[in-house]
């Protein structure tokens, strides 16, 4: 294989790979890991409809709702869930994550029950958490209960030497196997 399809599947190797890669992991060798593994993508939800993808919705609850649908939290119970980018989370769904987060219990929206729900957070963002705690755009409560175990890593371009180890790791199965690649 010639040093120019090396630089190739370099190219193409994403932090955010990185990252939904690790979370799989921690998952994975966990005693949760038979249990779901649900990622959702922050920025890819708008923010009108992330209280409704992560606790889920009871018929009627808006128009448009002409049906109950379960919510992440509600489905990944006994399991992980892995909140990419939580920093794009509105104030209002933050406190109803950390309630989720503290005492395990959640409502639909428009429900009236309480629903409980044991699940284990992976939360990763790019944003400086502590500046937005400051500024007043993310909850110091949250941020305190996702500093459990925090893994900071810093972007591949800052640390050029782990390029290697990590394509070799993540894509030389792939290459093997598809050596027209």
Same mark, same amino acid.
């Given at each position: 294989?010639?040093?120019?399809?090396?630089?190739?599947?370099?190219?193409?190797?994403?932090?955010?790979?990185?990252?939904?890669?690790?979370?799989?992991?921690?998952?994975?060798?966990?005693?949760?890991?038979?249990?779901?593994?649900?990622?959702?993508?922050?920025?890819?939800?708008?923010?009108?409809?992330?209280?409704?993808?992560?606790?889920?919705?009871?018929?009627?609850?808006? $128009?448009?709702?002409?049906? +109950?649908?379960?919510?992440?939290?509600? =489905?990944?119970?006994?399991?992980? @869930?892995? #909140?990419?980018? %939580?920093?794009?989370?509105?104030?209002?769904?933050?406190?109803?994550?950390?309630?989720?987060?503290?005492?395990?219990?959640?409502?639909?929206?428009?429900?009236?029950?309480?629903?409980?729900?044991?699940?284990?957070?992976?939360?990763?963002?790019?944003?400086?958490?502590?500046?937005?705690?400051?500024?007043?755009?993310?909850?110091?409560?949250?941020?305190?209960?996702?500093?459990?175990?925090?893994? $900071?890593?810093?972007?591949? +371009?800052?640390?050029?030497?782990?390029? =290697?180890?990590?394509?070799?790791? @993540?894509? #030389?199965?792939? %290459?093997?196997?598809?050596?027209?690649?």
């Amino acid at each position: 294989m010639s040093n120019n399809k090396i630089k190739l599947v370099l190219n193409l190797l994403h932090e955010g790979e990185i990252i939904s890669f690790l979370a799989r992991r921690i998952h994975q060798k966990s005693p949760r890991s038979r249990n779901p593994f649900i990622v959702i993508d922050a920025t890819t939800i708008p923010e009108n409809l992330m209280e409704s993808e992560l606790f889920g919705y009871e018929k009627g609850a808006f $128009t448009g709702a002409d049906q +109950r649908k379960i919510g992440r939290i509600e =489905q990944i119970h006994q399991g992980s @869930l892995f #909140l990419d980018e %939580i920093g794009e989370l509105s104030l209002a769904a933050q406190s109803k994550l950390l309630r989720a987060l503290q005492e395990k219990t959640f409502t639909r929206v428009g429900g009236v029950q309480t629903l409980s729900s044991d699940f284990r957070l992976i939360a990763a963002t790019n944003r400086d958490l502590n500046m937005d705690v400051s500024a007043g755009r993310f909850r110091k409560d949250l941020s305190y209960r996702l500093n459990v175990v925090p893994l $900071t890593i810093p972007p591949l +371009r800052e640390r050029q030497d782990d390029a =290697q180890p990590i394509n070799s790791f @993540l894509y #030389l199965p792939f %290459i093997h196997k598809n050596t027209s690649f």
